[in-house]
């Protein structure tokens, strides 16, 4: 067991109302924490919330819109949490998208202007947002997911490869940020980066009973990892890409 069991824990979670937040809010609600979801879709947000919550038996679930674009309003979103709870002893990154070409020639600039915004300038709002309130927490973590991608780049994913390279350099150096914090008493925040290949869920399976999603995560298992992040040491997780995916 690490230093940052659960129960009684609070975790904000960016991203929430996709079908890897609906997993992720249950997962964490189930293990005792309360749980404060984000997303820029009210009506997906609220749905997801209310699923949760429902099926953790009722667990202290919550959510609100917040555009993660807008320092202040991230900056804002986080003081709300730490003043309400009292703490905030985590931040789960789940804010994606994906745009690619055909081939390295065909790659358009106006998607990296899309991806810039929504894979990194997120991960820049949230991590400044909350990198304080973490460090105070006794079981801080800052959870990112990325792609295996970002190591490994092919020629028609140059401008989400390169995104996600990009958020894990940012987490990379928030992870030294803990390192450095943590002094003489130990570390006890970190941030983490869990890699995928890419994820899978029900609804994605029904659409494409055929499909054999080789290498993909399903997102009940992404939530079990985000999870287990709470449970390793500070020092075993900070800084670390964790892959739930084959190395390229």
Known sequence: ?????????VIAVAGAGGPAG??????????????????????????????????????TVTGEPVDLLDLQSTQDWANRVEKEYG????????????????TFTKTSLDDWDFLELLLIRTVQHTSLAFHEPLQRSDRGRYVLISAAGASNPTAGNAAYAAAKAASEAWTLSMADYFHKAGGADGLTSAAAILVVKALVHDAM???RPNAKFAGFTDVK????????????PAAEVNGHRLWLTEKP
Do not use: K
């Open 1 to 9: 067991m690490g230093n940052g069991a659960l129960s009684g824990a």
């Open 22 to 59: 609906r997993a992720t809010l249950l997962r964490l609600a189930e293990a005792g924490a309360t749980v404060v979801g984000a997303d820029n879709d009210p009506e997906r947000l609220a749905e997801a919330v209310d699923a949760a919550s429902y099926a953790s038996g009722g667990a």
């Open 87 to 102: 703490r905030v002893d985590g931040l789960v990154h789940l804010v994606g998208g994906w745009r690619g070409s055909e």
């Open 205 to 207: 399976r029904a659409d």
């Open 221 to 232: 298992d992404l939530a079990e990892a985000i999870a287990d992040v709470w449970q390793r």
